[in-house]
């Protein structure tokens, strides 16, 4: 947790290097699909506060599904 906090706060304002190279060159964007959450921004939650909410949500979940399968590889492993 503590990563995502110094990191949403130490790199909210760093720019993607591919994103300039791209805007340099003028390339243009041409999606496939139309994601659910374009630039991974959800409406109302564009600054770093939002950034906060959504890393800690996001470790959250991947520590929860990763004990879960833990839990059950170990009992597997038991039997």
């Known amino acids: 947790m503590i990563f ?3 990191g949403v706060f130490a ?3 760093s720019t993607e290097t591919l994103d300039k190279q791209a805007q340099q060159l003028g ?3 041409k999606p496939v699909f139309t994601p ?3 630039d991974y921004n ?3 939650l ?3 506060w939002g950034a906060l909410i959504i890393g800690i949500a996001g470790t959250l979940l ?3 599904v990763s004990l879960g399968a833990a839990k059950v590889l170990h009992k597997k492993k038991g039997n």
């Open 4 to 6: 995502v906090i110094v």
């Open 11 to 13: 790199f909210s304002y």
């Open 27 to 29: 390339a243009e964007e």
């Open 36 to 38: 659910p959450f374009a």
């Open 42 to 44: 959800i409406p109302g």
């Open 46 to 48: 564009d600054n770093e």
């Open 62 to 64: 991947l520590f929860i």
